[in-house]
């Protein structure tokens, strides 16, 4: 399913089964109020959101990336964070799952999405990426 690659990310979840598209749409309306400078890309067929570095990205279980496709309740629909290692992580929320760098929490359906929680996430996400852009800036001048 190449085409997955070219869609803009409406389209994305316009082609997903119902009971993903409603817990990716409520993601997608926390990540969009909490990272405003963000871009929304489609990027490996799924939405990303980057601004200095990627920040983080929703991933629906049907969309097959590298393996076989999964079912909402064999999976759930991703919440990436690809600067997870950084991230405190007090309440383990976030798997690692032996990646070493992109941390992920799933959902199966709406209630389990803790909206307090997922924005405390995403303000902590944006407050790494924007020390990504400090480090650009502050580079010392050779004399």
């Known amino acids: 399913m190449n085409d997955w690659l070219t869609r ?3 389209e994305i979840i316009d082609a997903i089964p119902r009971e993903e598209q409603v817990i990716v ?4 309306v926390l990540v969009l109020e909490c ?3 963000a871009m929304e890309k489609n990027t490996y067929g799924a939405p990303f959101y980057v601004h200095h ?7 629906p279980p049907s969309l097959n990336w590298g393996g076989k496709k999964r079912t909402l309740q064999e999976r759930g629909v991703s919440l990436g964070f690809c600067q997870g290692h950084l991230m405190l992580n007090d309440d ?5 799952e032996g990646r070493k760098q992109m ?3 799933y959902f199966k359906s709406l209630k389990e999405i803790n909206e307090a929680q997922i924005r405390a996430l995403l303000f902590e996400a944006d407050l790494i990426d924007q020390s990504f852009s400090k480090k650009k800036r502050n ?3 050779n004399h």
Request: charged share 20%; net charge positive; with cysteine.
């Open 103 to 105: 941390y992920c929490m």
């Open 8 to 10: 803009s990310v409406d």
């Open 25 to 28: 749409r409520r993601l997608r």
């Open 92 to 96: 383990g929320a976030l798997l690692a």
């Open 35 to 37: 990272l405003p400078t």
């Open 139 to 141: 580079r010392p001048h």
């Open 53 to 59: 570095k990627m920040i983080c990205f929703i991933w």
